[in-house]
DNA sequence: ATAGGCATTGTAAACGTTTACGTAACGTGC
DNA sequence: GCACGTTACGTAAACGTTTACAATGCCTAT
């Protein structure tokens, strides 16, 4: 059987109140005599505490949950990284729970699994939540954040890129060298597609420009592939990809049908993952700190001070080309 | 405050043990009767049942802790999917764990919490365990099992390629496109890079050749490009890279070099993931079934039947070039 | 001497479940 | 009418902690 703390306080003669206080670190409570007996015969013994136990009688998890797609996000890690470290030096364990690919019913499920347990906090990472599962989330009464997802309100936590802007300034760039005829490619059409939509649109908007040519897409590598030969037909010189495996799927479909990147057709990317370095020519991308977008997750849920719009970086690589 | 079944029992008039066996599905042991009033009591009062209590006396997990290196690997999804898919059809939850990179102080943490929670095993992905870490994980009496490593004995669980016959299958595959002089590039000095190694080894000596180019690096990015220039002096024809990384790394500075891949140098990886369909050429590579891994590790955990080693593919893509 | 304060420890209840055991009611077969 | 089995349910202990409260001993100031 594995020791508990009965075994310690019966082995070094106090009771298991003084155990308690020992090894929870009540300092002040005890006696470094009592203390130093009590750590060894707890070290002999090969005492383990058992967190379940503590839990239940503190009704409060030291853990957040993070609740995530399955969609084989290049991103993630990065998010998760940054989570995970922010979360252990503020003392908080972190769980991680597959919601299966955009599925109704995994989704709700994690989130019940997560409620289950006593979290201090629910971080949902790339989720678009449906109305039941906000209902869900919001009588648990227990915080939760969307990580990399903006509800479009401050009423509901989130940590995010500023979709709008983000898109604008990808259209920006490519009007300012001069790219008049704009494609848009890859986006969804939930909250981040709809924001990355509205700046594209007010971007061109601001140069008079009234022609808009998005396609809609799941942001995977495949979904880029086959819609450049959308694109083609209508003579845009340059596009702006929902993500980086959109990017790479247009740039090698492309490739594949003789066009020329970025003499021919300049390419945007958004993330900025290591997959813009990969791929030749190298992608000049709107690159999000995902990093950065898991640590102030943490903060948020767990109500410290964090914005929930993180900065964006333009990095320029090689896939634009000045036009006109 | 949260319903218990203490309250659902006063609210319908019975016991909380009958409370508990119908919510705990003890069929035979209830009428129809009761358990539709105590359902629906449960219901009307929004009842979650706390996961924590039932582990406390159940002294068992219905969980399953995975212990992941926080390398941004591009696999790792692929692994998480497939062991959280097999796990769900095994009732069991999945929480992950992350101990940094490489980091022994956060690996060791990370296991201590695993077993803080009595979980019913303990999955360890890409993680290189030392002396102190197995001893913690072989008293604990936990079944454990590394997953995607594999350390040469059967004495402790793993679920894994076969490392040494994959790397002879590329190095043979080499051979039979008339390569003699054949690099590797990328292999660690741990478990995984030894066992390719020695399969390198072992084919090349088959044909009689003693001439071995081994570069080691960390399996990134980085790596990749760096050890390409290590390889030029040396005259190798084709190099095997430890992953799609180090091959896209060794890919790009070669181009960045003037030489032609596959024309003037042939490439194989290992891996096989999206990378290898993104870069140009496309890369052919020893492609690893990662989701079948991690289904197969939890099989493997649970103590279910399972092999230890899961088959490796090989697609030929377009970075191997035949010769002489 | 006495009261008060402080440091240290112990007692016992509580957290929300599961489950072994006991019991009552109700046939059923004789 | 009796023994017995079955069904349905209740009682109470147990899981391993934390913590409010009480108790003890000792020191100090009066």
Redesign the pocket.
Known sequence: ??P???DIAAES?????????V??H?T???????QAKILAVAKRLG????S???E????KAAIIALIINATPTNFSTQIIDGIQRRAGELGQGVIILYAGNRNAELQHQAIVTALERAVSGILLAAIEPDAEDLTLLKESHVPFCFVSVYLGTDKVLAVSSDNEKLAATATDYLLDHGHTHIGLAGVDTYHTGSQRIAGYRRALAARDIQETTIKYGDYSYESGRQLLAEFLPLKVTAIIAASDMVAAGLLNAAQEAGIAVPEQLSLVSIDGTDICRITTPALTSLTQDFYQIGAQSVDRVLGEAAATFVPVKLVERGSVKRVG
């Open positions: 059987m594995k508990t703390i009965k003669g106090v009771s298991i109140a003084t155990v308690s206080r090894l929870s009540k002040g409570t005890y006696s470094e005599k009592t005492y383990r505490k058992n379940t136990a503590v239940l009688v503190k009704k």
